[in-house]
């Protein structure tokens, strides 16, 4: 069974910077793509980032320019935000989506205030 688990969240400035990672364990069969989404009160989760199995990289538009998603050998995948704003507070959420379904993490709380 895939589990994934999420570090890096907590309480930033407007301007600060974090960097998220997303552990995976368990056998993942035919990844299709991982990455991250987020979840705002109130309103509905959206796709911030992710990288597909062929290796290009997608962003939200509010993030481009900000966010960096990367992923290392083991396929630990990072998100790097910068410049971040009170708007980027939310829950963010890093999913697998695989030939064997999707997977989803636990969450991370993000929060942008002064």
């Known amino acids: 069974q895939v589990q994934l688990v999420e570090s890096g969240g907590g309480l930033v400035q407007p301007g600060g910077s974090l960097r998220l990672s997303c552990a995976a364990s368990?056998?993942?069969?035919?990844?299709?793509?991982m990455g991250w989404y987020r979840q705002a009160p109130g309103k509905q989760r959206e796709l911030v980032a992710n990288i597909t199995s062929a290796g290009s990289r997608n962003y939200a538009e509010s993030v481009k320019g900000r966010f960096t998603i990367s992923r290392d050998a083991k396929l630990t995948v990072y998100l790097q935000m910068n410049s971040l704003k009170p708007e980027d507070t939310a829950v963010y959420y890093c999913?697998?989506?695989?030939?064997?379904?999707?997977?989803w993490g636990q969450g991370t709380q993000v929060t942008v205030s002064s």
């Open positions: 999913y697998r989506q695989t030939a064997g379904g999707d997977y």
């Open positions: 368990g056998n993942i069969f035919r990844l299709y793509s």
